[in-house]
Nanobody
Framework: QVQLVESGGGLVQAGGSLRLSCAAS????????MGWFRQAPGKEREFVAG????????YYVDSVKGRFTISRDNGKNTVYLQMNSLNPEDTAIYYC???????????????WGQGTQVTVSS
């Protein structure tokens, strides 16, 4: 049974930065593509970024391109989301997710963590 635990969320002013982490346990981390999703109040969950098993392939939704960076450390069983130039529209619960197949650029992921809150004040 795999477990995903997100951390690093919090309150930040517009223009600031946060780095989210997601630690995986229970299975071989490098077997999974990984992704980050977010859900704002009253909105559907949105696929934000994805990364291949090796880390060589990445995907970003247009609204975060140039501001967010997804990366992974397979030795530490951890995926990261570096978020820069944050704005209030980025306020949401952020979830990491894994996918059993090495397809990282569409939202059909298989398992999600519990999420971490990110709040950006104006």
């Amino acid at each position: 049974q795999v477990q995903l635990v997100e951390s690093g969320g919090g309150l930040v002013q517009a223009g600031g930065s946060l780095r989210l982490s997601c630690a995986a346990s229970g299975r071989t981390f490098s077997d999974y593509a990984m992704g980050w999703f977010r859900q704002a109040p009253g909105k559907e969950r949105e696929f934000v970024a994805g990364i291949s098993r090796s880390g060589s392939g990445t995907y970003y939704v247009d609204s975060v391109k140039g501001r967010f960076t997804i990366s992974r450390d397979n030795g530490k069983n951890t995926v990261y989301l570096q978020m820069n130039s944050l704005n209030p529209e980025d306020t949401a619960i952020y979830y990491c997710a894994l996918r059993y197949s090495n397809v990282w650029n569409n939202p059909s992921y298989d398992y999600w963590g519990q999420g971490t809150q990110v709040t950006v004040s104006s």
